[in-house]
């Protein structure tokens, strides 16, 4: 016995006395968010900044029956902020900086990050074939980055499935769309990779590529893996459990906008946030927390550039980031997003760390162009604002010219364009 403990003595001394400590793994790889320090700005460009913007906002959109919230902030420091309106339409619960509006398209960079985030960590491959997760799915050659670019082809279910036989009474999930991709093969909009067309399809398919490496609801992984760890305290993803508590949006004209049988798809849209919320997403991609230089690059890159005959040359789309390098070289990373009557405006001018933060529940196109046009009270920006209205339609456009919307899956240009 006296032997045996010598030799476990022996052994001690050698390799270290924690030889025996059995060292565990996390629980998980959830981030641990450390707030990144704010660039100090001094009080008097703190003022300066706030004048010119109070004063360009009051002329641009305040004026314009704008019901919402407007966010401004440098290197993190907040500049501007204002909520104007009520929650509901005629009561008088008034919408506050912790008033959850959802984002619309603007949900598709937190989709695309935890793409990226998953290809970080070894999870997933760019050059990942669709098929590889979806064998059912008859469309050939498509990789997960076409998905993140727009490049894969593949139809808008937003426009192939309001013009098939569809219970329109019965709300659509992620898996009814790749399941209506196998059952009715509409036709691609052109062969995988050969051109950009901005598609919802891509980023439900991607939701669902979340779920089936991670084993858990998109919703639920969003929430666990970025929302709680980052302190967005006000951010989820819809879901029917969440309709009681979610923001409700109007029309231009104050009618009420009712939910519809796409209520409930995500990952391409379905993320409510607020303005503040935004801005720590915003900070955070300034850091490596989320995921690291290397991806995030990737993530900033234009894709394609559009021909002349389609978008303006300096309007580009990354992976899952819309870009606009501008004639004098500086380049905006933003994402704008539009459902029903929600209109949302998120746009990072990286040069000068300038966020700039615009979300509404009545609808309102000023939103966009207010955002565009703000770019130049920080920078040399492009003069002109030409912002292309790529998001989703609402039923009641598709509605007005039903047979547009039967072939508008057929009629995109390789650049994506309806032709009209």
């Known amino acids: 016995m006296r032997k045996y403990l010598f030799v476990i003595a022996i052994l001690t001394i050698v390799c270290g006395c924690d030889m025996f400590t059995i060292k565990k793994k996390p629980a998980n790889d959830s981030l641990e968010y450390v707030a990144p320090a704010t660039i100090p700005i001094s009080k008097e460009e703190l003022n300066h900044y706030h004048e010119i913007l109070l004063e360009y906002f009051d002329s641009m959109l305040l004026t314009d029956h704008f019901n919402g919230g407007i966010l401004v902030a440098k290197a993190g420091n907040?500049?501007?902020?204002?909520?104007?309106?009520?929650?509901?339409?005629?009561?008088?619960?008034?919408?506050?900086?912790?008033?959850?509006?959802?984002?619309?398209?603007?949900?598709?960079?937190?989709?695309?990050?935890?793409?990226?985030?998953?290809?970080?960590?070894?999870?997933?491959s760019l050059n990942d074939s669709l098929n590889k997760f979806f064998p059912e799915i008859p469309y050939s050659g498509i990789t997960v980055k076409m998905l993140l670019n727009h490049h894969s082809g593949l139809p808008n279910?937003?426009?192939?499935?309001?013009?098939?036989?569809?219970?329109?009474?019965?709300?659509v999930t992620n898996k009814d769309v790749l399941n209506l991709l196998d059952s009715l093969k509409p036709p691609p909009v052109f062969s995988a990779g050969s051109g950009f067309n901005y598609c919802n399809t891509n980023f439900v398919l991607l939701a669902l590529i979340i779920e089936k490496i991670t084993g858990m609801p998109y919703p639920v992984y969003m929430k666990s893996k970025y929302f709680v760890p980052l302190h967005m305290d006000h951010t989820f993803v819809f879901t029917a459990g969440d309709s009681a508590r979610s923001t409700p949006s109007y029309n231009y004209n104050s009618s009420l906008w009712p939910n519809d049988f796409l209520e409930m798809t995500y990952g391409d849209k379905n993320i409510y946030t607020t303005p503040r919320d935004l801005l720590k997403w915003d900070q955070a991609l300034y850091t490596d927390q989320i995921i690291n230089k290397r991806w995030e690059d990737s993530a900033f890159t234009p894709s394609i550039f559009h021909s002349k005959n389609s978008l303006p040359a300096f309007h580009n789309y990354g992976l899952g980031f819309h870009l606009t390098i501008t004639p004098t070289g500086k380049k905006v990373i933003f994402h704008f997003g539009r459902w029903h009557g929600f209109n949302a405006a998120f746009s990072?001018?990286?040069?000068?760390?300038?966020?700039?933060?615009?979300?509404?529940?009545?609808?309102?196109?000023?939103?966009?162009?207010?955002?565009?046009?703000?770019?130049?009270?920080?920078?040399?920006?492009?003069?002109?604002?030409?912002?292309?209205?790529?998001?989703?339609?609402?039923?009641?456009?598709?509605?007005?010219?039903?047979?547009?919307?039967?072939?508008?899956?057929?009629?995109?240009?390789k650049q994506g364009k309806v032709k009209k």
Request: charged fraction near 25%; avoid cysteine.
């Open 157 to 171: 279910y937003i426009y192939f499935i309001p013009a098939s036989e569809w219970d329109q009474h019965k709300y």
């Open 78 to 124: 907040i500049l501007y902020e204002n909520y104007k309106g009520n929650i509901h339409l005629g009561k008088t619960e008034p919408i506050t900086d912790s008033t959850s509006f959802h984002i619309a398209s603007t949900s598709k960079p937190f989709t695309s990050v935890a793409v990226l985030r998953l290809v970080q960590e070894n999870k997933l």
């Open 348 to 413: 990072r001018l990286t040069d000068e760390k300038v966020t700039i933060i615009i979300l509404g529940n009545k609808f309102t196109r000023s939103i966009y162009n207010t955002a565009y046009a703000a770019y130049n009270l920080f920078g040399n920006y492009f003069p002109e604002s030409d912002i292309e209205d790529d998001e989703q339609e609402t039923l009641i456009e598709q509605k007005k010219n039903p047979a547009r919307n039967q072939k508008s899956y057929k009629t995109f240009s």
